[in-house]
């Protein structure tokens, strides 16, 4: 059960996760660096899934379908840092 409080803090956290996501667009298209990309990407997965958890109510059987969007989130941010690594490695 969310409560006023609990909606607004989840508001605050997916307009967080949309400024971060935008800042990494913006440094994006400054370098052309890939990493950047993905992590812009991770971001604005993430400020979707909290949107959606604040404005529709998540049954207590249901709820941890919730944290399946936050792992694809956690994975792109993984897998951008290992892309770049590999790059990083080969151009040695």
Known sequence: MTGPVT???IGTAAVASLTV???FLRVWRQ???A???WFAVAFTTD???RLVEGLSP???EREPL???PRVITFALIILAIFQKYRAT???R
């Open 7 to 9: 909606t607004v803090l």
């Open 47 to 49: 400020a979707a899934t």
């Open 31 to 33: 370098t052309c660096d």
């Open 66 to 68: 919730v944290y399946i």
């Open 89 to 91: 490695r080969r151009d």
């Open 58 to 60: 998540v049954p207590a």
């Open 21 to 23: 996501a935008l800042f």
């Open 35 to 37: 990493l950047f990309l």
